[in-house]
């Protein structure tokens, strides 16, 4: 299957290297040097193409989406700091019937820490003496603060009932791949539960598998879905 990457930067070269293991062969590559505008956004360019993977910037990323489905070319979004405009890229994926798949983490690793967070919060819910709070550290070059993740990470505690202020904080420094943690703390002790990334490389590799699913699908299809079903 052929592959086009939109957005060409430390991601996006790692997809590169790791798409053959996935049956996967670049076909185009758009950036900011051919795609500034979104002219490379075309009929021609993308004539071939299975599937496309944008890790671009977040204020590119909704147009990209917006062009990539008018294509009909199934979409796997890597890029964060975009939620607030979900209803605009759920709206063209279901007005073209072009699939997309979206997710603020594509760690395999980091979407079974989502679900522990979960139980953990709905576990301690009826528990008032626990208060909680989300943590998360990035290299200095991530857009976006607090990140996706952490954002879902909250989003999973509150979706479990646990309804008592969350302290959210966030640091930026280094070259740090990204660490999360969420904490549970009262008078007698404390609960902590950590996910800490090595590298980018977890990120590239559930991206490229849910690139590799979403060929012939149609729908809107949070990366979790794939790996563990709708909840």
Sequence with gaps: MKLALIGYGKMGKMLEALAPEYGLSVGLILDEHNNANFEGLTAENFAGIDVAIEFSIPTATVRNVEALTALRVPVVIGTTGWLDEMDRVRKASETHGSPVVWSPNYSVGVNVFFKLVHEAARLLK???EYGAYAWEIHHDEKKDAPSGTLLKLVDEMKTAGYG???????????????????GFDSA??????????????????????????VVGKQGFYEFSEILFGAR
């Design 126 to 128: 009826e528990q008032p």
């Design 164 to 182: 008592r202020t969350i302290d959210v904080s966030s640091n930026r420094a280094g070259r740090v791949p990204g660490t999360h943690e969420i």
């Design 188 to 213: 007698a002790d404390t609960i902590t539960l950590r996910h800490t990334a090595r590298s980018r490389e977890g990120f590239a590799r559930g991206a490229l598998q849910a690139a590799k699913w």
